[in-house]
């Protein structure tokens, strides 16, 4: 089938880029986009989904990081030898999941010590007093807003306007992320989200802790076993 004669559904935005995605996935799957054809170009998929091109690049950036799609010059064609094994909708999630928490890892460690080692007293209240209103019954909705402010506030201490920068690009991609919002809000994964609420009400507080006592390999360990632990429950409990 020609290209300009493959069926593509219009998208719902609340999840816009996954299921660009899992359209694209499925037709190149399917054979209808065969190994060595052009993929429609942004603008063009932009149009037939009825969606902004900066999905329609989110969703091309995620099939080109799985192998199934290769960049030459200005257009994108699917690979010619395709992987062995396709990922479904939920594996794509958590591959971006993955590599998010590895990016933080890189990045949020050592932005974390050097705020222990240079944040002053005002800024040891100010994450207190953030980690303090962390409670076991929040919504969704009300810990995102309080995890940014409470991790945004630890980083703007470390003294270093273009980490600081760097840091908040990696916050964005994790706060407005569709992948995060299809995970957090499956019915399915009320009690394991509800499970890092709680652990992370915890965590922050102890990262409060080694700010405050001025103890970066305090903070070393509480902020690597943070991200450790709910990087695991997203990728091994949530659907």
């Known amino acids: 089938m020609a290209n300009g004669e493959v069926a593509f559904e219009p998208i719902e935005r609340e999840t816009v880029s996954t299921k660009i995605r899992e359209q694209l996935l499925q037709r190149i799957t399917t054979g209808e986009l065969a190994p060595g054809d052009p993929v429609p170009s942004e603008r063009e998929l932009a149009e037939r989904f009825q969606v902004a091109r900066s999905s329609v690049r989110e969703a091309m950036q995620g099939l080109v990081s799985l192998g199934v799609v290769r960049r030459r010059g200005n257009r994108s064609y699917v690979t010619e030898h395709l992987p062995e094994i396709m990922l479904d909708a939920d594996d794509l999630n958590k591959t971006f999941v993955r590599q998010l928490f590895e990016t933080r890892r890189v990045l949020e460690g050592p932005i974390f010590v050097l705020a222990a080692t240079r944040a002053d007293v005002g800024d040891h209240g100010a994450a207190r007093t953030i980690a303090d209103q962390f409670t076991d019954d929040l919504d969704i909705e009300s810990f995102r807003r309080l995890d940014r402010e409470f991790h945004t506030t630890i980083a703007a201490t470390c003294g270093n306007p273009l980490l600081i920068e760097l840091y908040g ?14 995970l957090l809000r499956h019915g399915d994964n009320r009690d394991s989200v509800q499970r890092i609420i709680r652990e992370s009400g915890q965590a922050h507080r102890q990262i409060a802790d080694a700010l405050v006592n001025g103890d970066p390999e305090a903070m070393q360990a509480a902020i690597g076993r943070h991200l450790s632990n709910v990087e695991r429950t997203i990728v091994d409990d949530l659907v």
């Open 169 to 182: 690009k990696v916050l964005d991609q994790l706060f407005r992320s569709d992948e995060f919002h299809t």
